[in-house]
């Protein structure tokens, strides 16, 4: 039998263990739930941006002056983030990757193109249209009003070649008037169209709207109207072979926001 003084020490023994106990539950109740308030926390960053890259986007001529502008906007949101921008034809983009061009992502000035490529390029997307103009030597001399004023031989044109984009939008609008006009030279993109023009190369020339309104001070606009026009459509897409995939993919998807559809659509391009 137990004397009274040993049962008072074991009774005291078992509160005071008790006692420590408590708070230690309670530390590891709390300590079950840091962890995953901190994962929240580490993971919330990635969630909110794409990780900080140096992309190199192919992109058609067309959209020289307003994607600098776009790119430059891109970088001021994600910081560390470093676009380089290889402008050129469609064609010749087309050349480059499935030559293996090292790049991350493509926009091209046409479906046709980019449908050419579905093995290099992820899920495209629709990022801007627009439409051809006729571009006349500064004061326009000529008096030149339609698409059937360029049938005229006095008159020097200048076309893309039919294999670039805008030249087969040029062949496609003039083919459906019925239009026969033969160009003093068939150029590689249509940048190099409106040069032509601007130097007095040529006395016109059918070229993008975007291009001929970067260009006002130096040639003469002449709208086609819309039921004789055509409508040129520019996907974008992220290369399969990028080593930057998730920040590649992040440009793309930004091309379709709020934000960069304001930029393409202050320089002249029609909503997608």
Known sequence: MFS????RRRAAAVVLGTALLVPLTACGKDEAKKPAADAGASASPSAAAPKAANLTVLAASSLT??????????EKANPGTKITFSFAGSQELAAQVKQGAPADALVTADTKTMDGLRAEVDDPKIIAKNRLVIAAGKGNPFKIASLKDLADTKIKVVLAAPEVPVGRYSKQILDAQKI?????????NVRAVLSKVELGEADAGLVYKTDSNNSKDKVETIDIPDEQNAVASYPAASLKGSKNAEAAAAFVAWLSTPEAQKILQNAGF???
């Open 4 to 7: 009274t003084s040993t049962t």
């Open 65 to 74: 002056d307003v994607f600098k502008t776009a790119g430059a906007a891109y």
């Open 270 to 272: 029609q909503q997608a």
């Open 180 to 188: 026969e006009v033969k160009p003093v030279s068939q150029e590689p």
